[in-house]
């Protein structure tokens, strides 16, 4: 049986698994709860995602380590899909998820009839901005509302007053910010036939664009020349790690970090710093300072510029338009197996060599650096380089690193 962080304050924290490596990382750094998706009826089509028969073994495993398994059917779907929910939502329930997310008050309807025990949380796609919306879809049934992320806190804190206690709010804290109202969106359908609402999404708001509004004279968006790009509608992502205790304070229970179409690298790394993070709220309370390094973590994984989004009525969020992609300063070399008879056991993800200086990010403390000594193939025969992909690799080192720590190198901004 794996042991479980110990939730210490009155939030929980929602990490992303878009498949069964991101999951056990998401376990492995302090996760209170995992979000997934099945192959059907979810909003990250081009994550891998799980069959419905791996249901059951990916909440086995996340109950192993105590936390709890959600799972998504937050597309909006069309009529000649509504055949397929009811096997979908008794899949579910027969894997033992203790929740499901829906977008679809129709959805949300069906859910209850068929299993009425089933706990429901509303999708940020249904858009959910004030008390009366939250209160009925309580009376219809669900158990949580994750709200949209276009609220202030102090309109978060209106509904938490105004809302049942037994009803639970949850909010984002972490990753990619989309322009249009709480996710729903139809530009990707008109330039590329690809739906936004079913998960397809191919992100044209962050693609590069020349704009010229004849009827507006004198008004002009800012075109940077030096690089001849102008990214118009590209949000920067959300960061709120130094001020969780706010959010708290407004009444949100349960932290939510986007990114199921990410690696688990990304998971690892940005779970870990918001459990330290809720650790360090804990110990000190509200207006709590938190460490450096846990502040440097979410610096080392891919991420657009950073805001608070709509959170703060005073840092309004903004959008990165010099540049459409993400900041790669940061790159994740291998994943560890384990440590035995002197050799870091790993799993090789992106070139390194011997005298390369790496650092390891672990599981609840500090990273620590190392450099790449003696190396070993799967053979035992000395090698300077490890140069192909998922090839096993045996490093020389006193350091007894976890399965599950990660090695990574400073790149600068990629």
């Not at 899949?91 to 209850?112: E, F, N």
């Not at 300072?289 to 969020?317: A, C, M, N």
């Not at 070399?333 to 002197?342: F, H, I, L, Q, T």
Request: proline share 4%.
């Amino acid at each position: 049986m794996k042991t479980k962080h110990k939730r210490t304050v009155p939030a929980e924290l929602l990490s992303p698994a878009g498949d069964s490596e991101a999951l056990l990382a998401a376990l492995r750094y302090g996760a209170d709860a995992v979000y997934l998706g099945a192959k059907a009826f979810g909003m990250r089509a081009k994550a891998a995602n799980f069959e419905l028969d791996e249901l059951a073994g990916a909440v086995e495993l996340a109950h192993q380590y105590g936390a709890r398994l959600y799972l998504t059917c937050n597309t909006l779907p069309r009529g000649r899909e509504l055949d397929e929910l009811p096997e979908f939502i008794h899949a579910a329930v027969g894997a033992g998820v203790d929740g499901l997310i829906v977008a679809d008050v129709g959805v949300l309807a069906l859910a209850k009839q068929l299993e009425p025990s089933l706990d429901i949380h509303i999708s940020t796609q249904f858009g959910v901005v004030n008390y009366l919306t939250a209160r009925q879809l309580y009376d219809m049934g669900a158990s949580r509302v994750v709200l949209a992320r276009e609220l202030t806190l102090e309109e978060i804190a209106e509904i938490r007053q105004k809302t049942p206690p037994e009803l639970c709010l949850e909010a984002f804290v972490h990753g990619a910010m989309c322009v249009s109202v709480s996710g729903r969106c139809v530009i990707s359908n008109y330039l590329t036939g690809r739906d936004a609402n079913r998960g397809e999404c191919a992100q044209p708001c962050r693609w590069d664009y020349a704009l010229m509004e004849r009827s507006r004279q004198g008004q002009y968006l800012p075109v940077y020349e030096e690089d001849g790009y102008t990214y118009l509608f590209n949000a920067n992502d959300l960061c709120m790690i130094e001020r969780l205790d706010k959010l708290v304070a407004a009444g949100v229970g349960s932290l939510k970090i986007e990114g199921r179409a990410k690696s688990a690298y990304y998971v690892a790394a940005v779970t870990g710093a918001y459990r330290g993070a809720l650790d360090t709220l804990a110990e000190q309370g509200e207006g709590y300072t938190l460490p450096q390094w846990l502040r440097d973590e979410v610096e080392k994984i891919s991420h657009r510029p950073y805001s608070t989004g709509f959170y703060l009525r005073e840092s309004p969020p903004d959008e990165d338009r010099v540049r459409g992609g993400y900041r790669r300063a940061w790159q994740l070399v291998a994943s560890v197996d384990g440590w035995e008879n002197g050799y870091i056991l790993c799993t090789e993800r992106n070139r390194f060599a011997k005298g390369e200086q790496l650092e390891a990010l672990l599981p609840g403390s500090p990273p620590v650096t190392l450099t790449v000594g003696e190396m070993l193939d799967e053979e035992g025969q000395p090698i300077e380089v490890a140069r192909h992909a998922m090839m096993k690799v045996r490093i020389k080192s006193e350091l007894r690193l976890p399965a599950g720590a990660m090695l990574r190198r400073e790149q600068g901004d990629a």
